[in-house]
Antibody, heavy 117, light 110 residues
Framework: EVQLVESGGGLVQPGGSLRLSCAASGFSFSGNWMHWVRQVPGKGLVWVSCINIDGSVTRYADSVKGRFTISRDNAKNTLYLQMNSLGAEDTAVYYC??????????WGQGTLVTVSS | QSALTQPASVSGSPGQSITISCTGTSSDIGVYNYVSWYQQRPGKAPKLIISDVSNRPSGVSNRFSGSKSGNTASLTISGLQAEDEADYYCNSYTSRNTWVFGGGTKLTVL
């Protein structure tokens, strides 16, 4: 069974940092680009970042560039998102997703990040 | 990168067909055949239902179809069923080597 399981979400103060993880199983993790997508509860999906198969290419949405860093460990089948200088606007459910051609599939169940004092 | 434009809501009766539009620009939908569509039910993760404008992944009902003309992509659901009630999002690759989603469309089955 294909599974992507995110972890690491929680409550963090404004200006703080958090690292999200996404563990993959039943899925060719090392052979796929990977993405992070976020969604403010009740709002739409927003693409955040992606990384190529060996981590040599990364891309970011303008809203997180310079603050977030995507990385991966193919030996551990795990994707990461290091989030620094967090603000209230970063409060969202964060999904990891595999790349299927230029689409997103499969998806994890999401992890909630709340930035609040 | 501005979000792609989708209608906020659409509705239809069981058995009918509905179409959801997704309008972008000449920097995304207009230049790439990399439009995908996602279904999201309440409290669940999104599910890919259409990739590369019109390709249906294995296991997705053939009642779902996609198309594109110029800067606008469309998702058509035929033979509407109660289980189709969900939020639908379009997505496109862009000339900035990024991806952009639409704002989402809530489908109500009357």
């Amino acid at each position: 069974e294909v599974q992507l399981v995110e972890s690491g979400g929680g409550l963090v103060q404004p200006g703080g940092s958090l690292r999200l993880s996404c563990a993959a199983s039943g899925f060719s993790f090392s052979g796929n680009w990977m993405h992070w997508v976020r969604q403010v509860p009740g709002k739409g999906l927003v693409w955040v970042s992606c990384i190529n198969i060996d981590g040599s290419v990364t891309r970011y949405a303008d809203s997180v560039k310079g603050r977030f860093t995507i990385s991966r460990d193919n030996a551990k089948n795990t994707l990461y998102l290091q989030m620094n200088s967090l603000g209230a606007e970063d409060t969202a459910v964060y999904y990891c997703a595999g790349a299927s051609s230029m689409a997103f599939d499969p998806w994890g169940q999401g992890t909630l990040v709340t930035v609040s004092s | 990168q501005s979000a792609l434009t989708q209608p906020a809501s659409v509705s239809g009766s069981p058995g009918q067909s509905i179409t959801i539009s997704c309008t972008g620009t000449s920097s995304d939908i207009g230049v790439y055949n990399y439009v995908s569509w996602y279904q999201q039910r309440p409290g669940k993760a999104p599910k890919l239902i259409i990739s590369d404008v019109s390709n249906r992944p294995s296991g997705v009902s053939n009642r779902f179809s996609g198309s594109k003309s110029g800067n606008t992509a469309s998702l058509t659901i035929s033979g509407l069923q109660a289980e189709d009630e969900a939020d639908y999002y379009c997505n496109s690759y862009t000339s900035r080597n990024t991806w952009v989603f639409g704002g989402g469309t809530k489908l109500t089955v009357l």
